[in-house]
């Protein structure tokens, strides 16, 4: 059985900080990896794609992977009252394709 | 990225009855997939669905629930068949960029079954 592990939250952090949003896998094999941000009553919508070991940076957003650990963070920096979302982190194993979803961690930023 | 649109958007539905859900995307796509999210949960994979094939399955979800078609490359469609109120959630479809791994999603389509 894959599995995806999230920290549930709630998280709140003060507006101008960093959120930092954590998420493990226990499939080895798992080669793909995504954050979703999911606003109350929408569906989710990718922000970040990670494939291979290290940092990759997008704007305000810094996902990190380190497939020795299983182990996947997003980072949001500058948090703003708009960041304010269920966050998802979601993996796909080789040919599998499939996405298998972790539960999401609910950010709060206060303003 | 694709467009996609669901329709219908939301539905109340009575026991017993069954409801088909609709996916269209903009352009031609491989794979689509079919998602449920319960209330206050996160998404699972109810079926693959790849044009020309059968679709395939996750554990606990059985065709004869879930009936899919994919007749092209650019629809889908998934029926709930015999309702009941577990079956109220979000249905939500998904489709795979041309270029594989990331996928994007529907509006969804929220069923509350009374």
């Known amino acids: 059985q894959k599995e995806v592990e999230q920290n549930s939250g709630p998280l709140s952090v003060p507006e101008g900080a960093i959120a930092s949003l954590n998420c493990t896998y226990s499939d080895r094999g798992s080669q793909s990896f995504f954050w979703y941000r999911q606003y109350s009553g929408k569906s989710p919508e990718l922000i970040m794609s990670?494939?291979?070991?290290g940092d990759k940076e997008d704007g305000r957003f810094t996902a990190q992977l380190n497939k020795a650990s299983q182990y996947v963070s997003l980072l949001i920096r500058d948090s703003q009252p708009s960041d304010s979302a269920t966050y998802l982190c979601?993996?796909?194993?080789?040919?599998?394709?499939?996405?298998?979803f972790g539960s999401g961690t609910q950010l709060t930023v206060l303003p | 990225s694709a467009v996609i649109s669901q329709k219908p958007s939301r539905d109340i539905c009575q026991r017993g009855t069954s409801l088909t859900i609709q996916c269209q995307v903009d352009?031609?796509?491989?794979?689509m997939f079919w998602y449920r999210q319960q209330p206050g949960q996160s998404l699972t994979l109810i079926a693959t669905?790849?044009?020309?094939?059968?679709?395939?399955?996750e554990s606990g979800f059985v065709i004869d629930k879930f009936p899919i078609s994919r007749p092209n490359l650019t629809f889908s469609t998934l029926t709930v068949s015999n309702m009941s109120p577990e079956d109220s959630s979000i249905y939500l479809c998904s489709v795979e960029a041309p270029q594989g791994g990331e996928q994007f999603f529907g509006p969804g389509t929220r069923l509350t079954v009374l």
């Open positions: 979601a993996v796909s194993s080789g040919s599998a394709r499939q996405l298998t």
């Open positions: 352009s031609q796509v491989t794979m």
């Open positions: 990670i494939y291979s070991n």
């Open positions: 669905a790849n044009q020309g094939s059968e679709a395939t399955y």
